[in-house]
């Protein structure tokens, strides 16, 4: 397991988060090979780190509803 050094990232809040702060999650671009996703209300708490593969099969999965929900 690698070490990452998020302290210079720039996070962005999902387009699915709602605006009265439920579902919040946040994703920062950039980190070479994987996708750091973190809840935006805790924004010192863990991040999870997907390959960047898994990533884009997980959203292109949401987007066309194969998730159900």
Same mark, same amino acid.
């Given at each position: 397991?690698? &070490? %990452? *050094? %998020?302290?210079? #990232?720039?996070?962005?809040? &999902? @387009?699915? @988060?709602? @605006? *009265? /702060? ?5 994703? =920062?671009? +950039? ?5 750091? #996703?973190? *809840? @935006?209300?805790?924004? %010192? /708490?863990?991040?999870? =780190? $997907? ?6 099969? $997980? ?5 066309? /509803? =194969? %998730? +159900? +929900?």
């Amino acid at each position: 397991m690698r &070490s %990452l *050094d %998020l302290t210079t #990232v720039t996070w962005r809040k &999902s @387009s699915y @988060s709602n @605006s *009265d /702060g439920g579902q919040c999650l946040e994703v =920062a671009d +950039g980190v070479a090979d994987i996708v750091p #996703v973190r *809840d @935006s209300k805790n924004p %010192l /708490g863990p991040v999870l =780190a $997907f390959p960047a593969d898994g990533w884009s099969s $997980f959203v292109s999965a949401v987007k066309r /509803g =194969a %998730l +159900g +929900g």
